[in-house]
């Protein structure tokens, strides 16, 4: 699997509260807002750029800590992230985006429906964090002091370890993919970001129970289509199972043979269910 790095020329600068955000602009239409997961970039949307921008305009960004973007000092709770997405669509003067958000992305995509329903498109969740509190133990064991710090040390072993228990099929790796992602991680500041943002809201004892909410999804009347890898690893496609059935405008679809990157992982198929229920 060749993986299509996002052309260098392409991207684009705009300040947000302060902080640098590079973000990458493709295609005309109505707008549509990609958000990555923890510890990735707009990178990981490469494979859905084009398929996505035939019919919108679509903005990937790198989220604060993350890829190219600043590493602001500031308290990194999904609140300020809330606070920071929305002033990224109002400087970029974006009219009822449809937000795709990943993992970290969904629940900060999630949260931002949940306080400006009225302002937003359409909301997908793709292997979204915050719907549930089960999640791999190695995520609970990198919050420990100095273990975290080891993990992550940003080397192309280290993220290929932390890669596999992300696809299931190791051979599903791109090389390409591993590269970049240890290009930026090794980026001053993006590892402590990362750690930063973990510690937030996860412990040994597991995500944070404030971060978990289900019972407020009966009362978001944003659609939602929730997609889901079903050996996600990360997050049990449960959780999305559970949201789905909860939320009065939500749709569910879960993928077979696919692990917590369904952009990837099925990418021809993520596409065309996402443009089908966009339209």
């Known amino acids: 699997m060749n993986f299509p790095n996002l052309p260098l020329f392409a991207a684009e600068w705009i300040r947000v509260l302060g902080a640098n955000i590079r973000y990458f ?3 005309t239409g109505p707008p549509i807002v990609l958000l990555h997961g923890l510890g990735e970039s707009a990178i990981i949307w490469a494979y859905n750029l084009e398929s996505l921008s035939k019919k919108y305009t679509v903005y990937a960004l790198d989220l604060p800590g993350h890829g190219n973007s600043d590493n602001p000092k500031w308290k990194y709770s999904l609140n300020n992230f809330v606070e920071f997405l929305s002033s990224f669509l109002s400087t970029l003067n974006l009219e009822n985006p449809h937000l795709i958000g990943h993992s970290l992305g969904g629940m900060i995509a999630l949260e931002t429906a949940f306080k400006q329903p009225k302002q937003l498109g359409k909301l997908v969740l793709v292997d979204s964090a915050g719907l549930g509190k089960e999640l791999a133990s190695f995520l609970k064991i990198m919050t420990l002091p100095l273990v975290g710090e080891l993990m992550t040390m940003p080397t192309k072993a ?4 932390l890669l596999k228990q992300v696809i299931p099929d190791p ?8 590269e ?4 930026e991680r090794n980026r001053k500041g993006n590892k402590q970001s990362m750690l930063r943002i973990l510690r937030s809201g996860i412990n040994i004892r597991g995500i944070h129970s404030h971060l978990i909410d289900l019972l407020r999804l009966e009362y978001l009347n944003v659609p939602t289509y929730v997609l889901w890898g079903r050996d996600d690893k990360i997050f049990p496609y449960s959780h999305g199972k559970n949201a789905a059935m909860r939320l009065p405008r939500g749709r569910l679809t879960v993928l077979d043979d696919c692990g917590h990157w369904p952009q990837i992982e099925k990418h021809k198929e993520f596409n065309r269910l996402v443009v089908e229920f966009l339209r």
């Open 171 to 178: 051979q599903g790796i791109p090389n390409d993919l591993v």
């Open 25 to 27: 602009r493709f295609g």
């Open 158 to 161: 280290g993220l290929r370890f």
């Open 180 to 183: 970049s992602l240890a290009h």
